[in-house]
């Protein structure tokens, strides 16, 4: 019972999530409402970990096969991408890169900035190993 | 050949999961950091297609299924999400700073991109969405006017580039702590970099799904403004 119960606890947050993509009228997908609703429900104690912690993980462990028939799908696209195809490089290449490094700077700033005014305000020891902040 | 894969439903499921189960032994075997499993597994599989000639639509007819499980295993990623709920709530400022730099800086390069190419405003709208979420970034480019069979393949191979140097780049450009090394990967590369976090630890994996979901609605809201730049 314990699987079955998780499934479709798990399959009824993705049809949520279905309907208000129907409902909303933006381009974000169910997925990304259902993922943000179980949230919420995890916070609230709606639902408990335990209701869907094995088949979740489960899930997420097989994610990696999912994309795999889409990616596959690119070997179709071959032609397509030839007209542009000095932008896509630049585009997936130097963008991915530029992002990941703006992000993680920004974030290990802010993260630094705000462990100094927090200690200024009080002294706390354990704050730095709360963020994880090397 | 292709007549009996047409009607077997279960040719193209079976051919992805035994093709990354030999690329995670293949991983496992040699250790290298460039063994990526999912790259390793699309080339397989491409490679049994060709060999065999199974047309990609043939195979896509069983594999296909696969992909309508992505909906509820992207829900499910709230469940790593909660597990670090304490480093979420600790670090608010700091994560939804970090991905708001990150996103505009991405959609900012690829406005420079477009700008010295010379790109149309389609070619340039079908770029903008790159590093989002795949059902996110197709929805963008549509909008907009973009290409959307175009933006789906950046999107994929900009995950699988994201997965393949997280590494690389995380060590060469000094990105250290666990946080920012998840929102990173998240915002630059959605799912597909995401897999790469969950393989470096839970708590960079919790914060690149969380980057997925924070990326993903800033570029909706953003998107359409940086497409009037052009």
Sequence with gaps: ?134 | MNDFMIKSLFFGMVVSVLSYMAASAIKKKWKHAALNPLLIAIIIVIAILKFCHISYETYNEGARYLGYLLTPATVCLAIPLYEQLNLLRKNALAIIGGIFVGTATGMASIFAIAKILHLSHAEYVTLLPKSVTTAIGLGISEELGGMVTISVVVIIITGIIGNLFANVVCKVFRIQNPIAKGLAIGTSAHAIGTVKAFEMGEVEGAMSSLAIVIAGILTVVGAPIFSHLL
């Design chain 1, 1 to 134: 019972m314990k699987y079955l119960e998780q499934f479709g606890i798990i399959m009824a947050f993705t049809f949520i999530g279905e309907v208000l993509k129907l409902l909303i009228p933006l381009s974000i997908p169910a997925s990304i409402y259902g993922m943000v609703l179980l949230l919420i429900a995890l916070i609230t104690g709606v639902v408990k970990l335990e209701h869907v912690r094995e088949t979740g993980l489960f899930l997420v462990e097989i994610m990696p096969i999912l994309f795999i028939p889409a990616a596959v799908g690119v070997m179709t696209s071959v032609d397509a991408l030839r007209e542009i195809v000095l932008a896509v490089l630049l585009a997936i290449t130097l963008v991915t890169v530029i992002t990941m490094v703006a992000t993680g700077h920004a974030t290990q700033v802010l993260i630094r900035l705000q462990n100094r005014t927090r200690k200024k305000h009080r002294n706390h020891n354990d704050l730095g190993e709360d963020t994880l902040d090397e």
